[in-house]
C-alpha cells in the first residue's frame, strides 16, 4: 500500500461488511503510519414517506445519535483491544449518506483514502435508494478502497 495514503474514512452502518472495512483500514493506517476517520452519517431520507407530515421527536433522534455514538466508541475500542492502535477519531454526521462520504466529509477533513465494504444495504433498501459503494465509487474526492477480502486478503464466502 501507498505510503500517501495518511488519513483514512471509513464510513460504517452497522453492517458485517463495514466492519470488516474497519479492520482492513487499521491494518493499512498500521503499515503506513496513519490515522483514520470512522464516521456514521444518520441517513435524513429514512424520516419521509409515511412520517413526511409528521416531525420526528427529539427523543428518537437523540436516541439515534446516542447509539451511533456507543457503536463508533466500540469500534474505537476495538482497534486499540485487538491491534494496539488508538489513532481513530470518530464523527456522525445527519443527512445523505452519498454526499456526505463523496463530499462534504473529505472536503473538511482532507481525507486520501476511503475504505468501505462493497454494500452494508439489503437487496430491497439497494433497489429502492441505490448502492452507497457505487455512488462514492463513482463521486468521491479520494481514493477508494472497496472490501471484499478479510484480512488475510481471503475472498469472503456469501452466507445462502
Known amino acids: 500500500m501507498a505510503n500517501?495514503?495518511?488519513?483514512?474514512?471509513?464510513?460504517?452502518?452497522?453492517?458485517?461488511?463495514?466492519?470488516?472495512?474497519?479492520d482492513k483500514a487499521v491494518k493499512i493506517a498500521i503499515e503506513n503510519g496513519g490515522k483514520i476517520d470512522v464516521l456514521n452519517v444518520i441517513d435524513t431520507r429514512q424520516f419521509i414517506g409515511e412520517m413526511q407530515d409528521t416531525l420526528i421527536s427529539g427523543d428518537t433522534i437523540y436516541q439515534?445519535?446516542?447509539d451511533s455514538e456507543n457503536y463508533l466508541i466500540s469500534l474505537k475500542k476495538w482497534a486499540k483491544d485487538n491491534f494496539d492502535?488508538?489513532?481513530?477519531d470518530y464523527h456522525i454526521r445527519y443527512g445523505s449518506p452519498k454526499r456526505?462520504?463523496?463530499?462534504?466529509?473529505i472536503k473538511d477533513h482532507h481525507n486520501d483514502l476511503i475504505i468501505m465494504g462493497a454494500t452494508?444495504?439489503?437487496?430491497v433498501e439497494r433497489?429502492?435508494?441505490?448502492s452507497v459503494t457505487e455512488y462514492v465509487n463513482q463521486h468521491a474526492m479520494a481514493d477508494i478502497l472497496i472490501?471484499?477480502?478479510?484480512?488475510?486478503?481471503k475472498k469472503i464466502n456469501k452466507k445462502k
Open 4 to 22: 500517501d495514503y495518511k488519513t483514512i474514512l471509513v464510513p460504517v452502518d452497522g453492517s458485517e461488511a463495514a466492519e470488516r472495512a474497519f
Open 64 to 66: 439515534m445519535t446516542q
Open 85 to 88: 492502535f488508538d489513532k481513530v
Open 100 to 105: 456526505i462520504i463523496s463530499y462534504d466529509f
Open 120 to 123: 452494508g444495504l439489503n437487496a
Open 127 to 130: 433497489m429502492l435508494m441505490g
Open 147 to 153: 472490501v471484499r477480502t478479510d484480512l488475510e486478503n
